[in-house]
């Protein structure tokens, strides 16, 4: 068990690295560090463009298996 959640481990850290660097430049600068945007919008979901979505994922996925790795050990 450990060791397959190891290597889904590895495989989603892979997955993870590649979607960050296959996205988008955004030319916004430091304006979104220093609150750029609102947050009165509820549609923030249906904003994000389909790789930031699978990163999103992807991230929480790496967390996940983290603290499960964690947890096993």
Request: proline share 0%; no cysteine; glycine share 12%.
């Amino acid at each position: 068990m450990r060791t397959l959640l190891a290597i889904a481990h590895i495989i989603i850290a892979v997955l993870l690295m590649g979607a960050v660097l296959v996205q988008q430049r955004k030319q916004g600068g430091f304006s979104g560090i220093f609150g750029g945007g609102t947050q009165a919008d509820s549609g923030q979901w249906q904003r994000f463009t389909g790789m930031t979505k699978i990163t999103i994922i992807l991230a929480a996925a790496f967390m996940i298996t983290s603290v499960l790795l964690v947890l096993i050990s």
